[in-house]
């Protein structure tokens, strides 16, 4: 089976190329190899749409897509995404805190974003629920948070709705050149698909495939987990962070709300299945609690955990490869890839039919490392 | 293999579409047969585009019910359908009860 561009991996990353390709006329084709669509990081992640806290070579993709895309998004894939742009919090209790928000803060502030450091006064008056723990925060108002699943899930609808060729329990295990440019996708039961361009978007897994042409990129899985509470009556729409990390999260449009877990112990979890470990959650409710006493009632009703494809210099690589014509890397994303997803399915389909990307994506090559 | 670009047979709406299937996150007939559809071929797929089975009760009242709808529109045995995956903590849990996982002595 021919396709003009092949996609490995139906993660957002993926299915955002192919909604752009197939909105281009492009003929594409994605393989997935979970039975489920969207079924590693794309579909387990927190939902932050942040440019604060963000290292600077991937502010322009963040900030692109929050100027340009997420705000039309749900017209885009005729799906609510649940975009809530209503600013991030991140707070801090200790001098070591402050010292850390301020950091953050005055890099991101010289790339040109209105973040800036409020007391802890100032950041009750935004969000009254805080505790008087808080005694200093960074607001960035134009941050945000969306909905993952319907995000993943709307691209994935679209670009099927628009023509793409989509094929799920189609494992790629090997890349393979033709005179000199890869054209070969091949599948653990065996199938060849060949296209002219090969679009790897498989998450970590992208290190084994990308090898079989000759080509590393250092990344490492690690676990994340997460957390959802029943849905209670609004309280706050701010997208929530702390200078230590030990949690973040919002409240959805649903009522429910969303937490992300750090217990310190993410990078030596169990290969395999991602699972939730015993400890994270409820390390994570003290954490919460202790800044919003008045969630110490609500309901936790699920926890999950996904890997994420921690890069070695935590940036995603969003190349084309020199050595290996035809073929295009996007992989690495490091546990933040949902709320650059956007851009990052333009620039990719950009890069696939030859055209100048919306973004400058220099810093991101694949060899850098070198 | 799963082509999501095979043929289904074409959506015609049927008098019982309003019937509310998954209590906990209202949500009805209709528009579990619209999502799959839509591409949502597994039970996975239905529950993370719709929220059904997400709710308070975890699926327990409405996950045979999504599994027929399902199957009868892609026109395949509920069977061969795998069922989604089940969540800790099982039961809501407060968060005031979850966080006090370990025993800690008064200071
Ligand atoms: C718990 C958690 C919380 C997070 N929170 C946030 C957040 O708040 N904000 C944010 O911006 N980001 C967050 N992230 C990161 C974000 O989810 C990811 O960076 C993003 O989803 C990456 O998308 P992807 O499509 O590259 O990866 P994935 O969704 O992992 O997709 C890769 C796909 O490739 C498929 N695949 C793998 N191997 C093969 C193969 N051999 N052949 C074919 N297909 C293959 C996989 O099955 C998968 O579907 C979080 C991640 C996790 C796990």
Redesign the pocket.
């Known amino acids: 089976m021919n396709a003009e561009v092949i996609i490995?991996?139906?993660?957002?990353?993926?299915?955002a190329a192919a909604y752009h390709l197939a909105k281009n006329g492009v003929s594409v084709l994605l393989?997935?190899?979970?039975e489920?669509?969207?079924?590693?990081?794309?579909?387990?992640?927190?939902?932050?749409?942040?440019q604060s806290g963000r290292d600077p070579r991937e502010l322009p993709l963040i900030m692109y897509a929050i100027q340009n895309i997420w705000p039309k998004l749900s017209d885009m894939l005729d799906t609510n995404v649940e975009y809530c742009q209503h600013g991030n919090l991140r707070l801090g209790s200790t001098p070591q805190h402050k010292a850390i928000l301020e950091g953050l803060t005055s890099r991101a502030a010289a790339c040109g974003l209105d973040v800036r450091m409020i007391s802890g006064d100032e950041a009750r008056q935004l969000n009254p629920y805080l505790s008087e723990e808080v005694s200093c925060a960074s607001w960035c108002p134009t941050d945000g948070?969306a909905n993952?699943l319907m995000a993943?899930m709307g691209y994935y609808k679209m670009a099927r709705r628009l023509g793409a060729h989509i094929i799920s329990g189609?494992?790629?295990?090997e890349l393979r050149k033709i005179k000199g440019a890869v054209r070969q996708a091949v599948?653990?039961s065996g199938n060849v698909y060949e296209g002219d361009t090969i679009i790897l978007?498989?998450?970590?897994?992208?290190r084994?495939?990308a090898s079989t042409v000759g080509i590393d990129i250092p990344m490492q899985p690690v676990?994340?987990?997460?957390l959802v509470t029943e849905a209670v009556a609004p309280m706050f729409w701010q997208m929530l962070g702390t200078a230590d990390a030990d949690f973040?999260g919002h409240q959805t449009e649903h009522g429910s709300f969303v937490f992300?877990l750090n217990s310190g112990l993410e990078p030596y979890a169990k290969p395999g299945k991602?699972l939730s470990t015993s400890i994270a959650a409820s390390a994570a409710c003290r954490g919460i609690m202790r800044y919003f006493p008045s969630l110490s009632k609500i309901k936790v009703v699920r926890s999950?955990?996904?890997?994420?494809?921690s890069c070695a210099d935590h940036v995603p690589v969003i190349s084309k490869v020199e050595e290996v014509p035809g073929l295009i890397l996007?992989?690495g994303?490091?546990?933040?890839?949902?709320?650059?997803?956007p851009a990052v399915g333009l620039v990719l389909s950009q890069l696939a039919m030859g055209q100048e990307t919306a973004v400058d994506l220099s810093a991101l090559r694949y060899d850098r490392f070198q | 293999m799963n082509d999501r670009n095979r043929k289904l047979k074409p959506f015609v709406p049927q008098p019982d579409d309003d019937l509310i299937v998954c209590r906990c996150e209202e949500i009805t007939k209709g528009e579990i047969r619209r999502a799959v559809h839509d591409g949502m071929f597994t039970l996975t797929e239905i529950r993370r585009y719709l929220r059904t089975g997400m709710g308070l009760c975890q699926g327990q009242t409405c996950t045979k019910l999504v599994k027929g709808i399902v199957a009868r529109e892609l026109g395949v045995r509920p069977d061969i359908l795998e069922p989604s995956t089940g969540r800790a903590p099982m039961r809501p849990i407060a968060m005031e009860v979850l966080a006090k996982d370990r025993e800690e002595k008064a200071t």
């Not at chain 1, 490995?8 to 299915?15: A, S």
């Not at chain 1, 489920?36 to 749409?49: C, Y």
């Not at chain 1, 189609?170 to 295990?173: A, P, Q």
Request: proline share 3%; net charge negative; glycine share 24%.
């Open positions: 490995v991996g139906g993660g957002i990353i993926g299915c393989l997935e190899s979970s489920n669509i969207g079924d590693g990081g794309s579909t387990r992640n927190g939902g932050g749409v942040r948070h993952p993943t189609e494992k790629v295990v599948t653990v978007a498989a998450g970590y897994e992208s084994f495939i676990l994340l987990e997460t973040y992300g991602p999950w955990a996904g890997w994420m494809d996007a992989c994303f490091t546990g933040h890839g949902f709320g650059i997803a």
